[in-house]
């Protein structure tokens, strides 16, 4: 599962930082990305979780997105950050 989890993290890091956002791992086992926008300095923290048969991101203010499709989760996340 901690397996899955990172994988998924480490896909949406790939796509925040195309966005030119910062992140890092973070937490037990790496659970958590950290996502912060270097030029406002908002932060947010994103969490990768199973629900179901698959597995979605949550980030604060109800923002919630399917790990299938990291690109919709990261275009979100900037936004919030802007």
């Known amino acids: 599962m901690a397996e899955a989890r990172r994988y998924h993290l ?5 796509e925040v ?3 030119g956002l910062r992140w890092r791992l973070a937490g037990a086992e790496e ?3 950290r996502v ?9 923290m994103v ?3 199973l629900v ?3 597995w979605c991101y949550l980030w604060p203010g ?8 990291p690109s919709y989760a990261a275009d979100q996340i ?3 950050l802007a």
């Open 31 to 33: 659970s958590v990305l």
């Open 62 to 69: 109800g923002g919630m997105g399917d790990a299938r499709d």
């Open 78 to 80: 900037a936004r919030l």
């Open 52 to 54: 179901g048969d698959g």
């Open 47 to 49: 969490l990768a979780s």
């Open 17 to 19: 930082e195309v966005r």
């Open 10 to 14: 480490a896909a949406l890091a790939r």
């Open 36 to 44: 912060v926008n270097p030029h406002t300095r908002r932060q947010a």
